[in-house]
Structures are given as structure tokens and as C-alpha cells.
């Protein structure tokens, strides 16, 4: 498995919206995991998200029903849609597999800031 490179993140009032981009490198089986993780300053990383069998998903209480994971598999990305956001979504979000989350690989994230 390659490394992924997160894109997308930005500044947005409360209330906005995003998507984050997560690149493959590599050739990943459509059926690999795919997880979002953000960390917030002085916090640790939590799991945000992912991606599972093709297009099953699953997320965090704290962002259910307003965040999306959904996958392009012919361009190799995964896409992370946050709408309604909030201040404490304010963070460095990041994407992995499993195996390089095993591995303590991680990319470089995108910081993704939310003003009240």
C-alpha cells in the first residue's frame, strides 16, 4: 500500500462545508479501508470515519449525520464531505488504511479550521 495525501481543508465559518480529498498511490483493492482521523491541538488523534467493502461506512457519533465518506475508485480517491460545521471540528484530518495505520505510517494531513 502507498501513501495517501489528504487535500481539500481550508478556513470556513461555522456552519460551512468542505470536502477533503484522499489520494492512493499505488493500486488499492476496492475493497480496501479507508479511515478519516483528526487531531485537534493539544488532543489525540480519534477516528473520524471510514470506508469498508466498497462503499459501506461507518463514523464517529460526533460527526454522524453531517459528515459523508464516499470513494471515486477509478480516480483513487476517497472523499470526506463535512457539512455544518463547528468549531470543534477545527483540526489536522487525516486519512489511512489499516496497515499503514498498524505501521505508525501517517501523511501529512490538512488542517481544516472552523470560526464561530
Known amino acids: 500500500q502507498g501513501p495517501l495525501v489528504e487535500s481539500g481543508g481550508g478556513l470556513v465559518q461555522e456552519g460551512g462545508s468542505l470536502r477533503l480529498s484522499c489520494a492512493h498511490s499505488?493500486?488499492?483493492?476496492?475493497?480496501?479501508?479507508i479511515n478519516w482521523y483528526r487531531q485537534a491541538p493539544g488532543e489525540q488523534r480519534e477516528w473520524v470515519g471510514g470506508i469498508f467493502n466498497v462503499a459501506s461506512t461507518k463514523y464517529a457519533d460526533s460527526v454522524k449525520g453531517r459528515f459523508t465518506i464516499s470513494r471515486d475508485n477509478g480516480k483513487k480517491l476517497v472523499f470526506l464531505q463535512m457539512n455544518n460545521l463547528k468549531p470543534e471540528d477545527t483540526a489536522v484530518y487525516y486519512c489511512?488504511?489499516?496497515?499503514?495505520?498498524?505501521?505508525?505510517?501517517w501523511g501529512q494531513g490538512t488542517q481544516v479550521t472552523v470560526s464561530s
Open positions: 499505488g493500486s488499492p483493492s476496492v475493497l480496501t479501508a
Open positions: 489511512n488504511t489499516p496497515l499503514r495505520k498498524d505501521r505508525g505510517l
